[in-house]
C-alpha cells in the first residue's frame, strides 16, 4: 500500500460521504444538562448545538 494509493482511497471515501450528505461525526463531545426537576428527563438532540424543545415534557406537579 503506497502513500498515493492511502490519499486516493480518502479522497474516494469522503468524496462518497459529502455527495451522499451523509452526516458523520469526527469528534466526541461529552455534554451534561442542568435544569430544574419540573422540566422532567431532557433528551439529547443528534447534534450537540441543537436543544430538543419539542421533546421536553414538563412533569406534573
Known sequence: MTKRNV???YR???TRL???AVYL????ISMMVV???ELGNI???PIATEI???Q?????P
Open 25 to 28: 461525526p469526527i469528534s466526541y
Open 52 to 54: 430538543p424543545f419539542e
Open 56 to 60: 421536553i415534557k414538563p412533569v406534573k
Open 35 to 37: 435544569s430544574k426537576p
Open 43 to 45: 433528551p439529547y438532540a
Open 12 to 14: 474516494d471515501i469522503l
Open 7 to 9: 490519499r486516493r482511497w
Open 18 to 20: 459529502h455527495d451522499e
